[in-house]
């Protein structure tokens, strides 16, 4: 989101004003941090019925959020715009990186990394969005921004390079990290495309090319699976997945940039981490290492520096 963070703050809605969007972030934090927690449950709530309880989370995760949105997408007052013909490839490209590719790696990198790492890892998005900018002639970074992309990769080095000891492995980090520069490259290449649709409308298009890019990597494995097998657990959690942690975060995300500058918005990358890893500990037994709490602090200070 750093191509925006030059902008002035926007308005702040009527809607908006006093509790409300203290709320409305908070429900956003809340929304992606806890997406870890329930991801984790969704593996292990789909092992029993398949051989690739990633693969069929990630898979029914976009479909469920597909499937509602074409559902909404009936009433006549969310109806989407129609779309053009020039905006088709940029929408299929966003919906490929911005949803596919984006939570395929996300939820793929969860059955070999920790929860703590892949909060670490996605933390690491403003920094790969301020380089693509940067490479594609969109921002010119000061000394301060390279100074602080430095710090953040060598934090990440860090994360990565001690995680083995534990339960993350180097693969899954970098699975995460693919995650995020996928989400990066999306919020880079949609800059222009955001401004021009409303956000039911964005969001129903890209899921829509999102779920016709993702079917051939998850088909397989959804055909094979024992869907008598799952269990409660597991169907509540791709629920989470496909309801708060896709579709209800992804309203309120575009709903708050409209209304804030990037930078304002730009806390939550601090926040969910921390969020998501505290909750790790209580429901998932997970351990927080020297390590991961070295390479955390690194991490953040260098994306601190690259938003400066």
Same mark, same amino acid.
């Given at each position: 989101?750093?191509?925006?963070?030059?902008?002035?703050?926007?308005?702040?809605?009527?809607?908006?004003?006093?509790?409300?969007?203290?709320?409305?972030?908070?429900?956003?934090?809340?929304?992606?941090?806890?997406?870890?927690?329930?991801? &984790?449950?969704?593996?292990?709530?789909?092992?029993?019925?398949?051989?690739?309880?990633?693969?069929?989370?990630?898979?029914?995760?976009?479909?469920?959020?597909?499937?509602?949105?074409?559902?909404?997408?009936?009433?006549?007052?969310?109806?989407?715009?129609?779309?053009?013909?020039?905006?088709?490839?940029?929408?299929?490209?966003?919906?490929?990186?911005?949803?596919?590719?984006?939570?395929?790696?996300?939820?793929?990198?969860?059955?070999?990394?920790?929860?703590?790492?892949?909060?670490?890892?996605?933390?690491?998005?403003?920094?790969?969005?301020?380089?693509?900018?940067?490479?594609?002639?969109?921002?010119?970074?000061?000394?301060?921004?390279?100074?602080?992309?430095?710090?953040?990769?060598?934090?990440?080095?860090?994360?990565?390079?001690?995680?083995?000891?534990?339960?993350?492995?180097?693969?899954?980090?970098?699975?995460?990290?693919?995650?995020?520069?996928?989400?990066?490259?999306?919020?880079?290449?949609? &800059?222009?495309?955001?401004?021009?649709?409303?956000?039911?409308?964005?969001?129903?298009?890209?899921?829509?090319?999102?779920?016709?890019?993702?079917?051939?990597?998850?088909?397989?494995?959804?055909?094979?699976?024992?869907?008598?097998?799952?269990?409660?657990?597991?169907?509540?959690?791709?629920?989470?997945?496909?309801?708060?942690?896709?579709?209800?975060?992804?309203?309120?995300?575009?709903?708050?940039? &409209?209304?804030?500058?990037?930078?304002?918005?730009?806390?939550?990358?601090?926040?969910?981490?921390?969020?998501?890893?505290?909750?790790?500990?209580?429901?998932?037994?997970?351990?927080?290492?020297?390590?991961?709490?070295?390479?955390?602090?690194?991490?953040?200070?260098?994306?601190?520096?690259?938003?400066?």
């Amino acid at each position: 989101m750093r191509d925006q963070a030059s902008a002035p703050p926007l308005p702040i809605a009527a809607r908006h004003r006093g509790w409300r969007l203290p709320a409305w972030l908070a429900a956003l934090v809340l929304a992606w941090s806890f997406n870890y927690i329930f991801g &984790k449950w969704a593996i292990r709530g789909l092992a029993p019925a398949t051989r690739s309880p990633a693969l069929v989370a990630a898979g029914l995760r976009v479909l469920i959020a597909a499937v509602v949105l074409d559902l909404l997408a009936l009433h006549p007052r969310l109806r989407p715009r129609r779309l053009r013909r020039q905006e088709i490839g940029s929408l299929a490209l966003l919906g490929l990186t911005g949803i596919t590719l984006n939570q395929f790696f996300f939820v793929w990198g969860l059955d070999f990394t920790t929860v703590a790492h892949a909060a670490l890892m996605f933390a690491m998005t403003p920094v790969l969005v301020l380089a693509l900018a940067a490479a594609w002639g969109q921002e010119r970074p000061g000394w301060s921004q390279m100074v602080g992309m430095a710090v953040a990769l060598g934090g990440t080095l860090i994360v990565v390079w001690r995680g083995a000891t534990a339960g993350a492995t180097p693969l899954g980090d970098a699975i995460e990290l693919a995650s995020a520069a996928a989400f990066a490259y999306y919020t880079v290449a949609g &800059k222009d495309s955001v401004a021009r649709f409303d956000t039911f409308s964005f969001t129903f298009y890209t899921y829509q090319f999102g779920v016709l890019w993702m079917l051939p990597l998850v088909l397989p494995a959804l055909w094979r699976t024992q869907w008598q097998a799952v269990t409660p657990a597991g169907w509540g959690s791709v629920a989470y997945m496909g309801l708060a942690g896709s579709l209800a975060a992804y309203f309120i995300f575009y709903d708050v940039m &409209k209304r804030l500058s990037a930078t304002q918005v730009a806390v939550l990358q601090y926040l969910q981490p921390v969020v998501a890893s505290v909750a790790a500990v209580y429901l998932l037994a997970e351990p927080l290492t020297t390590s991961l709490l070295v390479g955390g602090c690194v991490i953040f200070s260098g994306v601190y520096l690259s938003e400066r």
